[in-house]
């Protein structure tokens, strides 16, 4: 099972100070997907590709893949590739592989990541990506899984 808690942004320094999320150098052109200048990786933050209706969840998985906190806790979960997993080692194995993904993608030249495989995990199919959810009921659905 999954705990976490979101906090509010009281904790963060006065907008003046804060670096912007694309700075010049960091800022890129995409075509066919890749990206085609020489940017530093670690300076693009990817999107996840968005499967019918599944911003709610991309919108939260986005938020706890930056708390560093939380993505240490996800990696650190015991997973197995074993067929036989349940549902929530399967779940966790699928989060850890997103969560490796937007940190790694960008540097083999992609623009976003999937969700196909998670998605799979919560056992959806197209019926489920396309239904319109709400976040909190996911963020719950996630923790209990």
Known sequence: MLAFVLVGASHLP????????????????LRGGLRTDSTDAADVHLGLRNQGNTCYMN?????????????RAIYSLPTSTAAELGTSSRVVLELQLLFYRLQYAAARGACDVGTEGLTRSFGWGAREVCEQQDVQEFARMLCET
């Open 59 to 71: 919108s939260l998985l986005q938020v706890l893949y930056h708390v560093p906190e939380f993505r």
């Open 14 to 29: 006065p907008a003046h100070t804060r670096r912007a999320l694309l700075q010049p150098r960091s800022v890129h052109r």
